[in-house]
């Protein structure tokens, strides 16, 4: 086996992941030797997942992060799969379009209610027993936080606030042996993004043709690149490091003018 078990012993939860890049971190973590907490909406894809990964390794809670009362009786379910958490990912994000003229109260709300507020208050009903394991959190944002693109404005709005509350946590409960960190991620070549892509009209191999200034290396980023990072911000070879916000892209965002939307 090429993985080295470097996640031995840990439980983590991680939010959306039946697909995507939350499935890629699952995968990984279990493969690192963890016991894996899935989440997800679908009960059949998690069920499935859940089987794939082995019972001993995956555990399945189905749930809405839009609703606070299923929060709670996510960290309670999450928390009876294995007896223990260590680390909380809160990976799952809602990626609806819009921009200003597009962006009403109900479309704002909903999608900060995913990406935003969820993660706070799984964190806040899975703090005791962090403190208690002194575990970590980790983020999962987007480089999109720090301005984003005009058609994507709500969900650049509620990851420049989930970074802020990484770092707020960090600050407030370093001395409670909790980590808080998070990865902004960029541009990754997901099924639900080539998807996304062709829904647009984009021909079959537009992940080929991306332009220079958005992979610079040739290639999008791949998810399991972005499950690989992660490993180690999930690891104990993180500790004591906590209040970083990691940028995992191609290319330095300070300097750069990253909404090309529209562009050849």
């Known amino acids: 086996c090429r993985f080295s078990m470097r996640l031995k012993n840990q439980h983590i939860l991680i939010t959306g992941s039946t697909t995507g890049i939350g499935e890629f971190m699952a995968r990984r973590f279990v493969a690192e030797g963890a016991q894996g907490i899935l989440h997800g909406r679908n009960n059949e894809r998690g069920e499935a997942l859940r089987m794939e990964l082995g019972e001993d390794s995956a555990a399945f809670c189905q749930g809405d992060l839009g609703d606070p009362q299923g929060l709670e009786r996510l960290a309670k379910e999450a928390l009876e799969a294995f007896g223990q958490i260590d680390v909380l990912v809160n990976n799952a994000a809602l990626t609806n379009r819009g921009k200003i003229e597009e962006t009403d109260a109900a479309l704002f709300d909903r999608i900060i209610s995913v990406n935003t507020r969820a993660p706070l208050l799984l964190t806040r009903a899975l703090m005791p027993e962090l403190k208690r394991t002194k575990g970590c959190v980790l983020n999962i944002g987007s480089v999109l936080a720090h301005c984003g693109q005009a058609n994507l404005l709500a969900y650049a709005v509620s990851k420049g606030g989930l970074m802020t509350m990484t770092r707020n946590l960090a600050d ?60 180690y911000w999930v690891s104990r070879e993180s500790f004591p490091i906590s209040g970083t916000i990691a940028e995992l892209e191609q290319y330095p965002l300070i300097g750069r003018y990253t909404n090309h939307e529209g562009e050849e």
């Open 172 to 231: 407030a409960h370093g001395q409670d042996g909790v980590r808080f960190n998070q990865l902004n991620v960029g541009w990754t070549l997901t099924d639900n993004e080539y998807k996304v892509k062709m829904g647009d009209g984009l021909p079959a191999d537009w992940p080929e043709n991306v332009p220079a200034y958005a992979n610079p290396f040739g290639r999008l980023i791949k998810p399991e690149e972005i499950a690989t990072a992660a490993v």
